[in-house]
C-alpha cells in the first residue's frame, strides 16, 4: 500500500550524505547570534563538546537550585520574585519534569531529591482543574520514563548508582495511582476522555462535563498508558487510550474529519465520537497525535501497525497539500494549516516539532522521502532564530504562499511597515513575539544530528542555546520573554515552565553528548527508547520490556540487582 522498499542499506548510506536540501547558507552572520552556516562543521570547533554540555549542566543546575530553594515542591518557579505557582496541580511539576533529565546528565545528587519526594506526592488532592493531557505527559510520562531508566542496565552499572529496589518500585506504584485516579476521564458515552477533570475530596475524582475534546489531548495519551499497562500487566489503562485513540484512527464523519488523506479536524463530540469541525494543522491542539502515530509504532510494530499507515497517509498529505514556500523566500518550506480544503499560512514554534517528526518516521520505515523533507522544516524553523534580534524563534509566525495568488483572502500579507520590511528579508513576519521556554526547534535540530552526523546541527543547537541562556537568564532561573525580536527579549514575565527541565535541557545535553547511550534516537535502527512529547525516554515493547516488572514474577530477580544501600 505504501512505498515502503528502500532497503536499510542504501537508505542510511543516503540519509549519512544528504546535504543538498541545506546547501545554501541559510543563515546570516548576526552578532554574537549565528545560529550556523553550511560549512560550520568544516572549521574548528571553538568549543569542545564537553565544554557544552557543561554549559547545559550549568544552565540545569542553576535552573533547579533556584526551583528547589523558592518553588520546591510546588510546581513551577517564579525566578524574578523568587516565588513559585501551583500550575499544574500542586504536585511538583519541575521536579517530575527534570528527573528524567537528571537521569540522562547522571546528576545523582538532583535524582536523590526528586527520588525522595516521589512517594510523598498525594495524587488524589488538589485545588485546581486538571489537564489529563498535561498530567500524562509531565506526571505519568515523567514517572514511568524515571522508572525505565533506573531500570536500565546502563545506569543501574554506573558506579554511582546507589538505589534499591523499593524505591524504583515506588515511582511506578506512584504511576499507577496517578492513572487510577485519572481514569475517570474515560467514563463517557464513546470512551472519548474528557480533558478536564475536578479530583474533589469528598466525593472523589469526576468529570468537568466538557461535550468536546481535541484531537491532541486524546490522542498524546496512548503511549504512556500502554506502556504502563506493559509494566504492570494490567490491560485496562492500554484498553483506555487505545479505545479513545480508535476514533481518531478511523475518522468520522469522513466529509467533515478527513478534509485531507490522514490530515484532521481538530475537536471531536465526547458523546458520539463525531468530529464536528475540519480546520486543523501541526500545530498547538492538534500536534502531538500526528506525532504519537510513528512513535507508537516504533514503540512496538506488531501491536501499532495501523498507526504506522494513519501517519504515512498524513505525510503524504503534509507533502502533497500543505507544504509552503514564501513568497519572499522560497526556499524556505512550512507547514501551515487549514480549514476544510483552505490552506492558512502561519505556524509557530510549538510547529516546529515537526522536522524532527518527519526524520523520525524517514529512519523508521527508511524512506528517504521523508528524511529529506524533514530536514527541510529544519532548516526553514532555524531561519526564525537566526533572523530576530536574539537569536530566538517567536511563539507565532505567518508567510504569503508562493502558490497562491498575492490577493487572496486565505494569503494576506503583513498589515505594518515593520512587518513588510521583515518579511522582505526573512521569509515570514512576527504575529507573537513571546519566547516561553519551548524545545521544539532544538528538537529538531537533535533528530536531524542523529540523523545526519552532520555537525551543523550541533552548530545550531549550540547558537540556538547560547542564544536561550543569554536572553532568559533571569534572577533565581530562567524567564519566559515578551518580545525576541526587541534587544535582550523585553520583559521577563517571570515564569520558569516545567518542561525547560524535561526538553529544552534534555535536547540540548543530548546533541552535544559523543556517549551513545541507549535512549539516544539511533539511525541505525537499534532503538531502545522512544521519546513522549515531553521528552521523557520511555523504554520500548522489546521482549522483557513487555512483561510485568515489580506486579510479577521478575520482583525477586530486580530485589538482587538494586539491592544496596540507599542514597541519603
Not at 542504501?10 to 546535504?19: D, I, K, M, R, S
Not at 493531557?133 to 506526571?139: K, L, N
Not at 491532541?216 to 500502554?226: F, K, P, R, Y
Not at 506525532?291 to 498529505?317: C, H, N, Q, T
Amino acid at each position: 500500500m505504501y512505498p515502503f522498499n528502500i532497503g536499510p542499506a542504501a537508505f542510511l548510506a543516503g540519509a549519512l550524505t544528504l546535504t543538498q536540501v541545506v546547501t545554501a547558507t541559510p543563515f546570516p552572520q548576526p552578532q554574537q547570534k549565528q545560529i550556523g552556516t553550511a560549512d560550520s562543521a568544516a572549521s574548528p570547533q571553538a568549543v569542545s563538546n564537553q565544554e557544552r554540555r557543561d554549559a547545559v549542566k550549568q544552565a540545569f543546575q542553576i535552573s533547579w537550585d533556584g526551583y528547589y530553594k523558592y518553588a520546591f515542591p510546588h510546581d513551577s518557579l517564579l525566578p524574578v520574585s523568587n516565588s513559585y505557582d501551583d500550575d499544574r496541580n500542586g504536585w511538583g511539576a519541575s521536579a517530575i519534569d527534570a528527573f528524567s533529565t537528571a537521569l540522562v546528565m547522571r546528576d545523582w545528587s538532583v535524582v536523590s531529591q526528586i527520588l525522595s519526594y516521589i512517594p510523598k506526592i498525594d495524587f488524589t488532592t488538589t485545588s485546581t482543574e486538571i489537564s489529563l493531557f498535561e498530567t500524562t505527559i509531565r506526571y505519568l510520562g515523567g514517572l514511568i520514563s524515571a522508572y525505565d531508566l533506573l531500570t536500565s542496565t546502563t545506569l543501574a552499572s554506573d558506579p554511582a548508582f546507589n538505589y534499591t529496589s523499593a524505591q524504583t518500585d515506588a515511582i511506578l506504584s506512584q504511576a499507577v495511582r496517578l492513572a487510577d485516579q485519572l481514569s475517570v476521564a474515560f467514563n463517557t458515552p464513546s470512551g472519548i476522555p474528557d480533558n478536564q477533570l475536578i479530583f474533589d475530596p469528598l466525593t472523589g475524582p469526576r468529570r468537568t462535563g466538557s461535550q468536546t475534546n481535541g484531537i491532541a489531548t486524546i490522542g498524546t495519551l496512548v503511549l504512556e498508558w500502554t506502556r504502563l499497562s506493559d509494566l504492570t500487566g494490567d490491560p485496562k489503562y492500554a484498553q483506555l487510550a487505545q479505545r479513545a485513540e480508535s476514533f481518531l484512527l478511523n475518522p468520522q464523519p469522513a466529509q467533515v474529519a478527513e478534509p485531507f488523506p490522514g490530515l484532521l479536524g481538530t475537536n471531536v463530540d465526547i458523546s458520539t465520537g463525531l468530529f464536528v469541525d475540519s480546520s486543523g494543522g501541526w500545530g498547538g491542539g492538534t500536534d502531538s497525535f500526528y506525532e504519537y502515530l510513528i512513535k507508537m509504532y516504533l514503540y512496538d510494530p506488531d501491536r501499532f501497525g495501523l498507526y504506522r499507515d494513519r501517519w504515512v497517509l498524513a505525510a503524504d498529505s503534509s507533502i502533497q497539500y500543505v507544504a509552503s514556500h514564501p513568497s519572499t523566500q522560497p526556499d524556505l518550506t512550512f507547514l501551515g494549516g487549514w480549514r476544510g480544503t483552505t490552506l492558512r499560512f502561519s505556524s509557530g514554534h510549538l510547529d516546529c516539532f515537526d522536522g524532527g517528526n518527519f526524520i523520525l518516521g524517514g529512519l523508521t520505515l527508511s524512506s528517504k522521502k521523508y528524511l529529506d523533507f524533514g530536514l527541510e522544516l529544519v532548516k526553514s524553523c532555524a531561519e526564525t532564530y537566526s533572523s530576530t534580534a536574539t537569536g530566538i524563534g517567536p511563539e507565532l509566525f505567518s508567510w504569503q504562499d508562493s502558490r497562491t495568488p498575492l490577493n487572496a483572502s486565505n494569503n494576506p500579507g503583513p498589515s505594518t511597515a515593520e512587518q513588510k520590511a521583515f518579511y522582505a528579508k526573512n521569509g515570514f513576519w512576527i504575529t507573537n513575539g513571546q519566547y516561553v521556554l519551548r524545545p521544539e526547534v532544538i528538537e529538531s535540530m537533535y533528530y536531524a544530528w542523529r540523523a545526519t552526523k552532520d555537525e551543523k546541527y550541533r552548530e545550531w543547537a549550540w547558537a540556538a542555546f547560547q542564544a536561550i541562556n543569554a536572553t532568559t537568564r533571569a534572577g533565581s532561573g530562567y524567564s519566559a520573554v515578551e518580545d525576541v525580536n526587541k534587544a535582550g527579549g523585553g520583559s521577563k514575565t517571570n515564569f520558569q515552565e516545567s518542561f525547560w527541565f524535561a526538553e529544552v535541557l534534555k535536547y540540548c545535553w543530548l546533541i552535544f553528548q559523543d556517549d551513545d547511550d541507549p535512549w539516544q534516537v539511533k539511525a541505525d535502527k537499534t532503538n531502545q527508547f522512544v521519546y513522549n512529547t515531553e521528552c521523557h525516554p520511555i523504554r520500548l515493547a522489546k521482549g522483557k520490556e513487555t512483561e510485568p516488572s515489580s506486579y510479577g514474577s521478575r520482583k525477586e530477580k530486580r530485589e538482587k540487582r538494586f539491592a544496596g544501600p540507599r542514597h541519603v
